[in-house]
């Protein structure tokens, strides 16, 4: 009689403990900013990029100047964003801080 309880039991213990073994950890997908954080990560990371190469990142433009002094990171510089005027806040080129006053 205690076999009835005991297999079942078992086969349960096992079917958990495999899905513990196999490494599977299950996670909600990213959200739209942590996505968008990802794909400009890869973007700047990219070993295809030569020296003059624009990335559109989630925080701006940036023109890849080539790897760094220590051969393993890679150096860009800010582009302004071609969409803002050249007076407007917000755009690195601006003659005005993004709080409004203008630049020193």
Same mark, same amino acid.
């Given at each position: 009689m205690w076999k009835a309880f005991v297999v079942p039991a078992a086969l349960i213990l096992s079917a958990a403990v495999?899905?513990?073994e196999s490494g599977r950890i299950r996670r909600p997908p990213p959200s739209a900013a942590e996505a968008a954080r990802i794909a400009s990560d890869m973007a700047m990371n990219d070993t295809l990029?030569?020296?003059g190469d624009i990335v559109v %990142?989630?925080?701006g &433009? &940036? *023109? &890849?100047?080539g790897?760094?002094?220590?051969? *393993? %990171?890679?150096e860009f510089a800010r582009v302004p964003d071609p969409a803002l005027p050249a007076n407007q806040p917000g755009n690195p080129a601006a003659k005005?801080?993004?709080d409004g006053r203008r630049a020193n």
């Open positions: 495999h899905g513990q990029l030569q020296k %990142t989630d925080r &433009f &940036f *023109v &890849f100047r790897p760094a002094a220590d051969g *393993v %990171t890679n005005h801080r993004s």
